[in-house]
């Protein structure tokens, strides 16, 4: 959910690779945002139990996730796009 903040090409070839290196399709990037969105709900459960002193570092990274979705207007993430 957070590596491409870390290695955007490497995320892209995790995708890629999950494809037989070719492109997803607009489906797989429907599922894949349907599951982003639920599992940023559940990071801030997950933040608030196990590390409440990094919660600030936790919504930043999930506010992160939103932008590069448009606020969910958007299935493929803009760091999919831009590279």
Aim: aromatic share 16%.
């Amino acid at each position: 959910m957070f590596s491409a903040e870390i290695s955007r090409p490497f995320s892209m070839g995790q995708i890629r690779g999950y494809h037989n290196d070719t492109e997803p399709d607009l489906l797989f990037w429907r599922i894949y945002s349907l599951y982003l969105a639920r599992n940023l709900i559940s990071s801030i459960v997950w933040i608030k139990k196990a590390k409440p002193g990094e919660t600030t570092i936790m919504l930043e990274k999930i506010y992160k996730a939103i932008e590069d979705h448009d606020y969910f207007e958007r299935v493929i993430p803009k760091w999919y796009e831009e590279v």
